[in-house]
């Protein structure tokens, strides 16, 4: 019913930058919320940032004043700018989707299939 594909992963080094995006598609009612997490080897996954339709943002502490988040609604698209890479950066991003399907009433989840980011130092 909903695709959320991400793209713009890779390999970069330590003071870098790269643009992460997903795209939403299928039987999208209204989209609420959407974020981004990440895991790294032998962590808990973890929130990034998040931003609302309305254009609402929150960023993790850790990432405040390097990553931004961005959202195109009219594309359904959400970008996640990273700048000033750090090696604890490292880990796969998950795209998160919280919104509505056509004809199904309920707020749901959605979740893309990951993209690895790698820092080196």
């Known amino acids: 019913q909903v695709q959320l594909v991400e793209s713009g992963g890779g390999l970069v080094q330590a003071g870098g930058s790269l643009r992460l995006s997903c795209a939403a598609s299928?039987?999208?009612?209204?989209?609420?919320?959407m974020g981004w997490y990440r895991q790294a080897p032998g962590k808990q996954r973890e929130l990034v940032a998040a931003?609302?339709?309305?254009?609402?943002?929150i960023h993790a502490a850790s990432v405040k004043g390097r990553f931004t988040i961005s959202m195109d609604n009219a594309k359904n698209t959400v970008y996640l700018q990273m700048s000033s890479l750090k090696p604890e950066d490292t880990a796969v991003y998950y795209c998160?989707?919280?919104?509505?399907?056509?004809?199904?009433?309920?707020?749901?989840?959605?979740w893309g299939q990951g993209t690895q980011v790698t820092v080196s130092s």
């Open positions: 931003i609302t339709s309305g254009g609402s943002t």
């Open positions: 998160n989707g919280k919104l509505w399907v056509v004809h199904t009433p309920s707020l749901d989840d959605y």
């Open positions: 299928g039987s999208i009612f209204r989209i609420n919320t």
